[in-house]
């Protein structure tokens, strides 16, 4: 397995000091957690800050932001701010050769089924513009499954797979989100997955804890080729990563 991890876990550390700590721990891969100060337009901005991961050996790919944002709102307003923020994503994805992109496929305000049908067709209609974006810059946009939650959309195999489809997008596995639905097993089987987020839970909550913490099948691991450690603290990347070496 290509292993890396996200940079939640080194949260606030300059991108100087994510790369060199990633190669120190021989992992092979960071997803950029584009959130805050490392906002997909601040860094633009600031393309001094990027410098390090524009000439490092590792590959790169970026989780988009996602904290306020919605590309399935049926707020037009909510929906097209989040779409500009996540072509913003796609430009910086291109300027330090990042090779994808991860995306969450939106949520509900209210949990009716005729909303959460309309919700879906405006994701992937929001989701393919960004593949055709993704394409002209070389960069490949994946939506990624979400926890057993009813406000959510992609919960399940078969939703996750209606918007990669209906889009042209492909997707990325959170094993902890997986974790929570009745069809975890089939998420691994699932065409066109770009890596795998690595977490685990107790099965209920999306709790992101250390691989082997939780009720996730490690023997499932077996099938992923690769993988990012999305896990708040270092400390617990390194427990993982350790978990996965012992697989």
Same mark, same amino acid.
């Given at each position: ?5 996200? &940079? ?13 700590? *990633?190669?120190?721990? @021989? ?8 959130? %805050?100060?490392?906002? =997909?337009?601040?860094?633009?901005? @600031?393309? #001094? ?13 970026? #989780?988009?932001? +996602?904290?306020?944002?919605? $590309?399935?709102? /049926? +707020?037009?307003? /909510? ?22 992109? !991860?995306? #969450? =496929? %939106? ?31 070389? $960069?490949? $946009?994946?939506?990624?499954?979400? =926890? @057993?939650? *009813?406000?959510?959309? %992609?919960? !399940? =195999? ?13 997707? !990325?596995?959170? &094993?902890? #989100?997986? @974790? !929570? ?22 099965? /209920?909550?999306?709790?992101? $804890? ?14 992923? +080729?690769?993988? /990012? ?19």
């Amino acid at each position: 397995m290509k292993l890396g991890f996200s &940079t939640l876990a080194l949260f606030m550390k300059s991108l100087e000091d994510m790369e060199k700590i *990633a190669k120190e721990n @021989n992992f092979e891969m960071i997803e950029l957690l584009s959130e %805050g100060p490392y906002a =997909p337009g601040y860094l633009l901005e @600031n393309s #001094h800050l990027l410098e390090p991961l524009k000439n490092t050996s590792l590959e790169i790919c970026i #989780h988009a932001p +996602n904290v306020d944002l919605n $590309v399935a709102s /049926i +707020n037009r307003g /909510i929906k097209e701010e989040s779409k500009r923020q996540l072509f913003e994503t796609i430009d910086l994805a291109a300027e330090i050769s990042a090779t994808a992109i !991860t995306l #969450h =496929p %939106g949520h509900i305000g209210r949990i009716e089924k005729r909303i959460k049908d309309m919700a879906t067709e405006i994701a992937i209609e929001s989701v393919g513009e960004l593949v055709d974006y993704g394409k002209e810059k070389n $960069v490949i $946009v994946s939506v990624e499954n979400m =926890p @057993n939650r *009813a406000k959510f959309l %992609g919960t !399940t =195999p078969e939703d996750i797979e209606r918007i990669s489809e209906g889009s042209g997008s492909n997707i !990325t596995i959170d &094993t902890g #989100h997986a @974790n !929570t639905t009745e069809y975890c097993s089939e998420f691994f089987d699932l065409k066109n997955i770009s890596y795998f987020h690595l977490n685990d839970n107790d099965g /209920i909550k999306d709790q992101h $804890v250390s691989l082997g913490e939780g009720t996730l099948d490690l023997e499932l691991l077996k099938k992923v +080729n690769k993988g /990012i450690l999305e896990l708040n603290t270092f400390e617990k990347v390194l427990k993982s990563q350790k978990v996965i070496s012992n697989i």
